[in-house]
């Protein structure tokens, strides 16, 4: 028996095989999947307190310690599909690069342009996905702007500074280790995480560099202050340096995404970390990426609907006057930052200068 490639279990197949982009928030800090029932998330954000035993009297009873309670909050999981129109036209024009004479069949052709769309589609959310961890970090909200929707996530997220004046790393008289030293402390107080990462824009990371205060730091070798040896890791992840002393590994970010909701007529391109910005967190926080469960028309199931408990599901269907044929992706994911104060978050330059 012939198995259509359009079979949803040929499809859900294509989506596990498919290669994955990456992205330097989602790999660092969103390690953890978690695919969920329902598309609504309860996430439950637990703070502790540096409590230590009471004394009492050795005959005395023992002291009744107060409950710490924990606050739960609920968010919808936002909707991603994209979609691509197949029709006839599309099938029997030679696709780019495909050889002038003996070239694909429709069949084949069909299989081919699915695929490449999946793969597209598949960078396309992983893409968002990174959008949304950096969201979720930089500004501590994920806005879910888009066609019919308008809302905002807030984790209230409060770990942040902004410098000014004679305190901008670009003045001589700044003391960027003395910040970092600062922000390190109000991660382990407010958050009760160590820093391990610093995530620089690449004006920050510059002025950090030759800062006179620091550059005196890296002249003192005999005592293995720090060790900067810049490197590129990937295409757009560059390795800055370490600071031993705290442990901290500094990192360039360079890249960029299309805002094309703001402006829909103007859209722009934006980097994703913002000029002037400097992140400190640990990759030990705990921090994970939601998938809420996702229903599907199926004429084959007895209730004509199916649902998928997973991180993303490819659909297509046929429509007639005009034929064409209908591909999609769809996946519903939501980073949550459990640790909310584990990170610290600063602008350091002036945006005006």
């Known amino acids: 028996m012939a198995i259509s490639i359009f079979d949803p279990r040929v499809m859900?197949?294509?989506?596990?095989?498919?290669?994955?982009?990456?992205?330097?928030?989602?790999?660092?800090?969103?390690?953890?999947?978690?695919?969920?029932?329902?598309?609504?998330?309860d996430v439950d954000f637990y703070k502790g307190k540096r409590r230590i035993a009471p004394f009492i009297n050795p005959r005395g009873a023992g002291k009744s310690v107060e409950k710490i309670g924990y606050k739960t909050d609920t968010f919808e999981?936002?909707?991603?599909?994209?979609?691509?129109?197949?029709?006839?036209?599309?099938?029997?024009?030679?696709?780019?690069?495909?050889?002038?004479?003996?070239?694909?069949?429709?069949?084949?052709?069909?299989?081919?342009?699915?695929?490449?769309?999946?793969?597209?589609f598949n960078d396309q959310i992983i893409r968002r996905e990174e959008w949304m961890c950096s969201r979720a970090m930089l500004t501590g909200k994920i806005p879910v702007v888009g066609e019919g929707v308008?809302?905002?996530?807030?984790?209230?997220f409060t770990n942040t500074d902004t410098l000014e004046g004679a305190?901008?790393?670009?003045?001589?008289?700044?003391?960027?280790?003395?910040?970092?030293?600062?922000?390190?402390?109000?991660?382990?107080?407010?958050?009760?995480?160590t820093p391990n990462v610093c995530l620089m824009a690449r004006d920050a990371y510059s002025a950090f560099i030759n800062h006179a205060k620091v550059q005196k730091l890296l002249d003192i070798l005999n005592m293995n202050l720090a060790v900067i040896e810049p490197r590129m890791l990937s295409e757009n992840v560059?390795?800055?340096?370490?600071?031993p002393q705290w442990n901290l590994s500094i990192y360039i970010y360079d890249e960029w995404f299309l805002d094309d909701w703001t402006d829909p007529v103007n859209p722009a391109e934006e980097p994703i970390v913002p000029s002037g910005t400097v992140?400190?967190?640990?990759?030990?926080?705990?921090?994970?990426?939601?998938?809420?469960?996702?229903?599907?028309?199926?004429?084959?199931?007895?209730?004509?609907?199916?649902?998928?408990?997973?991180?993303?599901?490819?659909?297509?269907?046929?429509?007639?006057?005009?034929?064409?044929?209908?591909?999609?992706?769809?996946?519903?994911?939501?980073?949550?930052?459990?640790?909310?104060?584990?990170?610290?978050?600063?602008?350091?330059?002036?945006?005006?200068?």
């Open 77 to 120: 999981t936002p909707v991603l599909r994209p979609l691509d129109i197949l029709t006839i036209e599309d099938l029997s024009v030679r696709a780019p690069g495909e050889n002038v004479y003996g070239g694909l069949t429709r069949e084949d052709r069909a299989i081919q342009i699915m695929t490449d769309k999946l793969i597209e």
């Open 150 to 156: 308008n809302y905002e996530i807030d984790f209230s």
């Open 238 to 243: 560059t390795y800055g340096g370490t600071i």
């Open 279 to 353: 992140l400190l967190g640990s990759t030990n926080m705990r921090a994970d990426i939601y998938y809420g469960e996702i229903t599907i028309a199926d004429p084959a199931s007895a209730s004509g609907f199916r649902s998928v408990i997973g991180e993303k599901v490819a659909d297509s269907w046929i429509e007639k006057n005009p034929d064409r044929r209908m591909l999609s992706l769809e996946s519903r994911p939501l980073p949550v930052p459990h640790e909310v104060d584990s990170w610290f978050v600063a602008t350091v330059l002036d945006e005006a200068a």
């Open 12 to 41: 859900d197949q294509m989506v596990r095989v498919m290669p994955s982009t990456g992205g330097f928030f989602r790999d660092t800090f969103f390690k953890r999947r978690v695919p969920v029932t329902g598309t609504k998330i």
């Open 167 to 193: 305190a901008l790393w670009s003045a001589e008289t700044s003391k960027p280790l003395d910040d970092l030293e600062r922000w390190i402390l109000a991660c382990k107080q407010n958050g009760y995480r």
